[in-house]
């Protein structure tokens, strides 16, 4: 079994990349197949991603150590910076990003919008455990911010299409997204391996102790986030296999804001961590999730709010295909910075 997670973790940057290949060429060759996928949809929730997200996030999480969490928040000017990064100079970044490249495509920018006031609950936790963060501090950022998405993610949504867009030239936009629709969306996501984790190491820890826990469940588990991720990819890729091919250009114009947000956001956060003292483990935590987004929850939104057909969720199912490789070439970054700056770490 470790041979095998090796030589998977070993190639990991291949695998995602032919998983995108194959989910494309799938789309654009066996179209029935993606379609099928979509037909499995509760609302707005595709249940093949789901079940993918969910089982994605599971192992992480169940290694997490629920007691340490308090310890994880100790540095106050490290989580203020966080905080201030990830839900001020965030949304800004990404919102200015789409007024300079998509000012003539509207509904684009406004999906871009959207994405830039959610941040990541779900596979930032993922990333985080490629690049050997700390699970502790990566569980609790992941919780402050869903609770802050439900409260406040109305109030972002209205400040930046209904205020905001009319002082650079753009049309306002009314929003109408309910608190319900946003806490459905991060109970599933997040509350439901949230759930299953303290469950599994609650009983299992009870029945044959932490030691047996850590050294032979953990192991077996790990697998599945990666397997997981692959599916999803699979998957993903698939259902806008057509739409890659067809409109490329559309694609690029979206990708182009995104890519740039995911590199200055996680270099700005790396380097203003590292200046704060942050080690490497707490570092990676911080700047991954500074760096991800929320595309379930933004998707769902710009469904509800635009129609399925919509520029905005075109933009929306764009971001997820544009982040995955960004963020897996992250994660590389992420072990090339250990290795410049914290060497003895």
């Not at 997670?5 to 799938?26: E, K, N, P, Q, R």
């Not at 997200?53 to 490290?78: Q, W």
């Not at 806490?183 to 984790?197: D, K």
Request: proline share 5%; aromatic share 14%; hydrophobic share 60%.
């Amino acid at each position: 079994m470790n041979k095998r997670l090796s030589f998977l973790d070993s190639y990991l940057t291949l695998w995602i990349f032919l998983a995108m290949l194959i989910g494309i060429l799938i789309g654009y060759f066996i179209p029935s197949l993606p379609q099928n996928f979509m037909q499995w949809s509760v609302g707005t929730t595709n249940l093949p991603l789901a079940i993918g997200l969910i089982l994605m996030m599971y192992p992480p999480l169940a290694k997490v150590d629920f007691n340490r969490l308090g310890a994880a928040f100790s540095n106050v000017k490290l989580l203020s910076a966080s905080f201030l990064i990830t839900w001020i100079v965030s949304p800004f970044l990404l919102f200015s990003l789409a007024l300079i490249f998509l000012k003539n495509y509207p509904e684009y920018l406004t999906g871009l919008i959207i994405i830039g006031i959610a941040p990541c609950i779900a596979m930032v936790i993922v990333w985080n455990e490629l690049a050997n963060g700390n699970r502790e501090l990566i569980a609790g950022l992941v919780g402050i911010n869903s609770l802050i998405q439900v409260f406040f993610f109305s109030v972002y949504a209205w400040f930046y299409l209904e205020i905001m867009l009319p002082l650079f030239g753009m049309h306002a936009l009314q929003t109408s997204i309910s608190m319900l629709q946003i806490a459905q969306t991060v109970g599933l996501y997040l509350g439901v391996p949230f759930i299953a984790a303290l469950l599994s190491r609650k009983v299992l820890i009870a029945r044959k102790g932490i030691t047996w826990f850590n050294t032979v469940y953990a192991p077996k588990i790990s697998p599945i986030t990666l397997i997981a991720l692959l599916f999803t990819i699979v998957v993903m890729f698939s259902m806008k296999g057509e739409m890659i091919m067809r409109i490329p250009m559309d694609v690029v114009r979206v990708a182009i804001p995104l890519v740039l947000f995911f590199g200055i956001m996680f270099f700005l956060m790396f380097f203003v961590a590292k200046k704060l003292g942050a080690n490497y483990a707490d570092n990676v935590a911080f700047s991954f999730t500074a760096t991800g987004n929320n595309f379930e929850l933004a998707i769902a939104v710009s469904i509800g709010l635009f129609g399925v057909n919509s520029g905005q969720a075109f933009a929306g199912v764009i971001g997820p295909l544009v982040e995955v490789p960004a963020l897996i070439l992250l994660v590389k970054a992420a072990h090339y910075l250990r290795k410049k700056y914290y060497n003895n770490d």
